[in-house]
């Protein structure tokens, strides 16, 4: 059974940082593009980074470009999400998702910056 | 970037209705469209991929069209349990942009 499992969330103070992790298992990881996808509190779906399967490429959305950073170690089946300079913006919920079509998603970890 | 403009935002329906959702892309993205239904407090479920094909143990009441710019999610009869929140996604390129989504209400 294909299934992703998000880790790493929790309450972080504006300013810092935060590494959240993702372990795939059930299908070959280093062939996918993972993806993190975010939800802030009752708004919508905000996709926020890709990383390719060698990690050779990795994307960004705006809102999080130069801030975030998303790497993946194979031998590991995990996609890791560093995220720095954290704002209230960020808090949301990130779950992490498969291609095609981000027809996998696990069930999120949730990340609130507050004082 | 490509925009993902979603309409309506919300739409109140009966039971047996038939209830349309549109999805209009910035520019063409082919068929790289996906739909999916948010119910509160869960994971988004995946019910249209590549504009029209339908994900699997989906009921067939749920379909798609379009291509390049224009898509549509129908459901051709509504039932109680598809009371949620539909969005739409491009992925043909990044950023990946999703719909503003559209709350289904049942009458």
């Known amino acids: 059974e294909v299934q992703l499992l998000e880790s790493g969330g929790g309450l972080v103070q504006p300013g810092g940082s935060l590494r959240l992790s993702c372990v795939a298992s059930?299908?070959?990881?280093?062939?996918?593009?993972m993806n993190w996808v975010r939800q802030a509190p009752g708004k919508g779906l905000e996709w926020v980074s890709a990383?390719?399967?060698?990690?050779?490429?990795?994307y960004y959305a705006d809102s999080v470009k130069g801030r975030f950073t998303v790497s993946r170690d194979n031998s590991k089946n995990t996609v890791f999400l560093h995220m720095t300079r954290l704002t209230g913006e960020d808090s949301a919920l990130y779950y992490c998702?498969?291609?095609?079509?981000?027809?996998?998603w696990g069930q999120g970890t949730t990340v609130i910056v507050s004082s | 970037d490509i925009q993902m403009t979603q309409s309506p935002s919300a739409v109140s329906a009966s039971v047996g209705d038939r209830v349309t959702i549109t999805c209009r892309a910035s520019q063409g993205i082919g068929n790289y469209l996906a739909w999916f239904q948010q119910k509160p407090g869960k994971v988004p479920k995946r019910l249209i991929y590549?504009?029209?094909t339908l994900q699997s143990g989906v009921p067939s009441r749920f379909s798609g069209t379009g291509s390049g710019t224009e898509f549509t999610l129908t459901i051709s009869s509504l039932q109680p349990e598809d009371s949620a929140v539909y969005y739409c996604?491009?992925?043909?390129?990044?950023?990946?942009?999703f719909g503003q989504g559209t709350k289904v209400e049942i009458k």
């Open positions: 059930g299908f070959t990881f280093k062939n996918y593009v």
């Open positions: 590549d504009a029209s």
């Open positions: 996604l491009q992925h043909t390129t990044y950023p990946h942009t």
């Open positions: 998702a498969r291609p095609p079509g981000l027809g996998v």
């Open positions: 990383i390719s399967g060698s990690s050779g490429s990795s």
